[in-house]
């Protein structure tokens, strides 16, 4: 990354990031967004159109396409990315029908969609923009399609406005045009549109980074996304795919990621840019074939110093700028490419005009002429000037230059004048200046002045620190980020420092200050993860991953066993919000493995650390895991309970409520969180709502179960995980909607159970978080709408949760989604097949919700064990469905079934379950004669509060008129 700046017309580099992934859209917050509204960005001739910058306002939203955000005030609103699209492409029409076929092909241009999944999204969309006013935002149009009908205004932004640090896409944004690339880049777009592989090499410093960005720029006009993927912070090849996989908005709970970006990428036409591949080259080769042979409509354009040696790549070597020859006297600086961005970043160094008399431009031409050409070498020379004067310049780069290359006659010759280059710059510094970017060199990404001193603190005091940062700014060896401010060096500098403190004395001292750092970091990011709306936490704290692991690489290396546990306890929320549990999982592994052979350690973090495996191995390894992850949620609590420390307590407690509810143990669930509630009041209120509310609802006590989430959505508006979780938890006030519409199902309220259906998944898709959405889909929006006969509805709910579970490598919820594909009609399933989707499987939710929905398909075994278990939700309706299995082979018992399904119903107010007894005590037994048949299903039908279900209806209807 360190290229991008030194080819660009930029009077203040001071301003901008330019190394490591911090021009780059951050790994733990990249997105490939869809649709049709790409940011274009007056860069390079080859593709500069005009830039207008459109901001839509109505009523107290405002709605910026370019910066994908919308706002209410100065609060932003929480919106899925397909609800932003589908919101856009309506505002930008407002007061016009936009068709349902043309929202679909505008939002969903590569993918098929239906009608039901387009509604899904209008709800989650009006929900985030209800202003409380009695006129909906969007109105529907029967049979036509969708209106925005509230007041749009617009502002107008030309392209002089500040733009973001990135754009739509997920690419850097350059602010102005690349010098000297033109022509490479155009022949460059012109090749991509006909291959799917191109490799930029060259050595460092050629600016092979910004063109590649501004090649997958001019492609984004025809392509339906773009990710751009910055390698250079990444030590370890096996992280590359866990890598895209975040930037696509993945959480990875598997070893292997890939089939959830396969799915991902899907046909969709996407460019993912792979930035610095050199150190990784082996990996990244393997990566990208894998990629073009799984995903036929994915391009790739790769960064390296060297080739990935794949089929089908295509090669291009990036040039120096031009120079002009010995003989040459040019008279302008624009006569050639290299004199013109030495003579444009001499102009921010020295304040001046720039050069305009003949001599001084012979001067420049020389040293353009010995630095090749390249452009970052170019930089750090022109910056040089306003010290020591243009010729003092020249003057200091010939002999250094020539001495430095001797010896290096093994690197390619342009690489010798860069490292030369950068040696002669640092050869220049004082003996103060050079420390503090040796100290500088621990950072893997981007940094603080605070944090930086925290690193130089031991050996500079305040002033002198103060003095050398500043100087190193002004000398471009630290860039300052435009829009956070933050620093960075870049990486062919960073790299160079990093050699300098390897062989000093400072080394050991300046990596304990970073890992200490590293872990301030974490407790204050942990801290505010209470407080943050979730991708305000990730622009504050995100980008602390990269350190992260260098801290993590250096303890495990050099034993430091007491911080090593810390960073690794300190850091499971980081890891979880950037969807990296697989990775988490083996650095928690490891440290438990170090751990076994350390004496003395910290109990309270032993305890957080089996509390975060416990999660992890909830979450990545699925059911197999299961008693591992109850041991270490069990250890855990006894540890803590040792401390004293209430939060841990009901963290692993927590955890282990989570996996035996799982199991079906839900009187046993429901007891641990009395008692937590019991023992550690509104603490441990949160947590134990959550574990009663799930817990009541499964046992089959209604009543208790509408109190429990009628309160949590009254009450609770935020997120569980800013409680007391690692951030892995399920949002509060999904779960309390999903569950109040599944008991409205069971409870005769269809129209009430749609409501709160529809209203859980919006919530949970406005939160953007996988895991709620897929939940909300098994616990309560499947089962609702196919109980109800809306299988088209229930159908589209099955196709998003296969699509999730298979993105994010969700292995539980895979497992619910296999289950649900055996009801469908056209599966023809036996009772064999649904025998084997639980092989291995516990007594649980799972099991129940199928039989519930399945019937007598899923054959006595099946019944008889969710039977023996805690399900009470739907104990009337096992108990039913077991009547029909026996029937014929024992009317008595069926009777007696019938009978027992019935009275359970009545007791718990299910008159669903009621009125089905009633029609199969009907539909199979006429011993007790048809009056006392018909009048269990009248009393079962008054039981209703509202029109019963159609197809229940139907069937009591056709009983009665027999």
């Not at 036409?269 to 080769?285: K, P, Q, S, Y």
């Not at 540890?639 to 420390?645: F, K, L, Q, S, V």
Request: aromatic letters at 6%.
């Amino acid at each position: 990354m360190g290229e991008i700046l030194a080819q660009m017309n930029i009077k203040d580099t001071s301003l901008f990031s330019t190394a490591g992934s911090a021009i780059a859209i951050p790994a733990e917050f990249a997105q490939v967004f869809t649709g049709k509204y790409p940011e274009r960005i007056n860069s390079c001739s080859a593709c500069r159109p005009e830039v207008n910058v459109t901001v839509y306002r109505f009523g107290e939203f405002e709605l910026d396409p370019g910066q994908r955000r919308l706002s209410r005030g100065e609060a932003a609103v929480r919106i899925g990315a397909r609800a932003f699209d589908v919101l856009t492409c309506l505002v930008e029409k407002a007061g016009t029908v936009v068709t349902k076929e043309e929202i679909i092909k505008t939002v969903w241009p590569s993918t098929y969609v239906d009608e039901a999944s387009l509604r899904v999204h209008m709800v989650a969309l009006r929900k985030a923009i209800y202003d409380g006013e009695p006129t909906l935002c969007i109105e529907s149009v029967p049979g036509l399609g969708y209106k925005f009908a509230k007041p749009v205004s617009t502002i107008i932004d030309d392209s002089s406005a500040s733009p973001a640090p990135t754009t739509r896409y997920g690419l850097p944004t350059t602010i102005v045009r690349l010098i000297g690339r033109d022509e490479f880049i155009a022949q460059s777009v012109e090749l991509m549109r006909s291959m799917r592989l191109m490799t930029i090499t060259g050595p460092g410093g050629i600016g092979k980074t910004s063109t590649a960005i501004e090649i997958a720029r001019c492609l984004a006009t025809e392509n339906t996304s773009v990710v751009f993927l910055d390698l250079a912070a990444l030590s370890n090849g096996e992280l590359i795919v866990s890598h895209l996989a975040s930037s696509l908005g993945l959480s990875v709970f598997s070893s292997d990621p890939m089939p959830g970006i396969v799915q991902a990428l899907g046909n969709s036409r996407t460019i993912l840019v792979f930035d610095n591949c050199e150190h990784l080259i082996d990996n990244c080769a393997g990566v990208v074939d894998r990629l073009l042979q799984l995903t036929p409509a994915t391009s790739v354009i790769a960064t390296s110093r060297e080739p990935l040696r794949i089929a089908s790549e295509k090669v291009r070597l990036l040039p120096s700028l031009d120079v002009p020859k010995k003989d040459d006297l040019p008279s302008a600086c624009n006569d050639f490419s290299a004199l013109e961005l030495f003579n444009e970043r001499l102009i921010f160094a020295t304040g001046q005009n720039g050069l305009t008399e003949t001599k001084d431009i012979s001067v420049a031409a020389d040293i353009v002429r010995r630095l090749d050409g390249i452009p970052l070498a170019i930089e750090l020379a022109a910056s040089r000037v306003a010290g020591l004067g243009l010729q003092n310049t020249a003057s200091s780069l010939s002999d250094p230059i020539n001495t430095l290359w001797r010896g290096r006659r093994t690197a390619p010759p342009r690489q010798q004048t860069l490292r030369a280059t950068i040696e002669w710059s640092y050869n220049l510094l004082t003996i103060e200046e050079q420390l503090l970017l040796n100290c500088l060199s621990v950072f893997a990404g981007s940094f603080t002045s605070d944090a930086a001193w925290s690193i130089a603190e031991d050996f500079l005091d305040r002033e002198t620190f103060s003095d050398a940062l500043s100087a190193l700014r002004s000398k471009s060896l630290v860039s300052t980020s435009r829009g956070d401010g933050r620093l960075r060096l870049l990486e062919m500098t960073r790299a160079f420092a990093r050699r300098q403190l390897s062989a000093s004395e400072f080394a050991e001292s300046c990596s304990l200050s970073h890992a200490r750092w590293v872990c301030a970091e974490l407790e204050q990011a942990k801290a505010e993860w209470r407080n943050l709306d979730k991708f305000e936490w990730l622009q504050a704290h995100g980008n602390l991953i990269n350190d992260v692991r260098a801290a993590l690489d250096w303890c495990f290396d050099t034993g430091q066993r007491k911080l090593c546990f810390e960073i690794t306890a300190a850091s499971h929320i980081l890891w979880t919000q950037l969807g990296l549990m697989n990775e988490q999982l083996k650095i928690v592994e490891r440290a438990m493995t170090l751990m076994e052979g350390t004496a003395d350690v910290d109990p309270l973090i032993e305890a957080q650390l089996r509390s975060t495996l416990g999660l992890v191995l909830f979450h990545v390894r699925g059911l197999r895991a299961d008693q591992q992850a109850i041991r270490e949620f069990e250890k855990a609590a006894e540890i803590a309970e040792t401390t004293g420390d209430h939060v841990e307590i009901v963290r692993a407690h927590s955890g282990r409520c989570a996996i035996i509810t799982t199991q079906g143990r839900y009187a046993e669930a429901a007891d641990i969180a009395l008692q937590l509630e019991s023992k550690f009041g509104k603490l441990a209120h949160g947590a134990s709502s959550r574990i009663l509310a799930m817990n009541t609802h499964f046992l089959g006590q209604h009543e208790k179960t509408n109190h429990l989430c009628t309160v949590a959505v009254e009450a609770t508006r935020v997120p569980i995980g800013r409680t007391l979780t690692s951030g892995a938890g399920y949002d509060q006030k999904t779960v309390a909607l999903m569950l109040m519409a599944k008991t409205a199902w069971i409870q005769g309220f269809s129209q009430r159970a749609i409501s709160l259906a529809d209203e859980a998944i919006a919530e949970a898709l406005n939160l953007d978080d996988a895991i709620s959405i897929c939940l909300a889909i098994y616990v309560s929006a499947f089962p609702v709408y196919f109980g109800l006969g809306e299988f088209q509805v229930a159908r589209h709910h099955l196709t998003l949760l296969r699509e999730l579970s298979t993105k994010h490598s969700m292995l539980r919820s895979l497992l619910w989604a296999d289950a649900f594909e055996l009801l469908l009609p056209e599966s023809n399933a036996t009772t064999r097949q649904f025998e084997t989707a639980f092989v291995g499987d516990t007594n649980g939710a799972r099991l129940e919700t199928v039989i519930a929905l399945a019937g007598e398909r899923c054959g006595a075994h099946l019944v008889d064990w969710a039977l023996a278990g805690d399900a009470g939700w739907c104990r009337p309706e096992l108990l039913r469905i077991k009547g029909d299995i026996v029937r014929h082979s024992d009317p008595a018992m069926a009777r007696d079934l019938y009978s027992q399904a019935i009275a359970s119903a009545i007791a718990q107010n299910s008159p669903l379950w009621q009125l089905r007894a009633a029609n199969s005590n009907a539909e199979w037994l006429q011993d007790d004669g048809p009056s006392t048949s018909k009048r269990m299903i009248e009393a079962a039908l008054k039981a209703f509060p509202e029109t019963p279900p159609r197809i229940e209806l139907q069937t009591a209807e056709r009983l009665l008129a027999l």
